[in-house]
């Protein structure tokens, strides 16, 4: 089943495989996966993807390197007790779920307050938010980390709030700082935060 945005491929079934040609060439992905080799598919209006047994999936040439946890609110849930203590805020960027810390309930068992930080996507519910899928971080439509922050309140917000931007698997992240006037801007990450 597809649960946390994780996504199942339909590669056979008997309309397919009984769909002249195309029948033929199922069936022989299909074996091809079954006794362990690579085959490469194409998504239809969508990506490229090279999978086989036992092997990490290979989307648009990039081979993936870690798994998914959960989507950015279950990220959230898992290491909102770390996070606390070394951001003001933190945004999980995820094609599925976008995870707000402060907001989020998780943030709210730490101690935390909302920090005024609005983050890019449509708010589901408290400290959850849908954004669009795409090629950037989480795969969403973020290529810059800066881009994840829709906007501040200033009447929470202070100057010198870190926020940290990331993805579920954490393989992309960034720090970014709260200014005066309301943006924000990167800076080096820091041991604490990377730790």
């Known amino acids: 089943t597809e649960e946390y945005g ?5 590669i056979g079934g008997a309309n397919l495989l009984s769909n002249g040609n195309d029948g033929f060439v199922v069936a022989r992905t299909v074996v091809d996966l079954a006794n362990g080799r690579r085959v490469t598919l194409k998504v239809e209006n969508g990506s ?3 999978v086989q047994q036992g092997e990490a ?5 990039a081979e993936e390197k870690l798994m998914r946890v959960g989507c950015g609110s279950a990220t959230i849930g898992m290491f909102a007790r770390h996070l606390c203590k070394v951001v003001d805020e933190a945004i999980i960027l995820d094609y ?3 995870g707000l810390l402060s907001e989020h309930f998780a943030g709210a068992e730490v101690g935390m307050s909302y920090s005024g930080v609005v983050p890019y996507g449509v708010k ?3 400290g959850r938010y849908f954004g669009n899928h795409g090629h950037g971080w989480g795969g969403t439509e973020i290529i810059n980390p800066v881009d994840a922050v829709a906007s501040i309140d200033m009447n929470i917000a202070k100057p010198g709030f ?3 931007v990331t993805e579920t698997t954490g393989q992309k992240a960034a720090l970014l700082e709260v200014q005066a006037d309301g943006s924000v801007k990167e800076i080096a990450m820091t041991e604490e935060v990377l730790n």
């Open 57 to 61: 999936p290979v989307i648009d040439g």
């Open 6 to 10: 994780s996504k199942m491929l339909t």
């Open 162 to 164: 870190k926020v940290l």
């Open 48 to 50: 490229t993807v090279e």
């Open 124 to 126: 589901s519910t408290r």
């Open 96 to 98: 599925h779920v976008i």
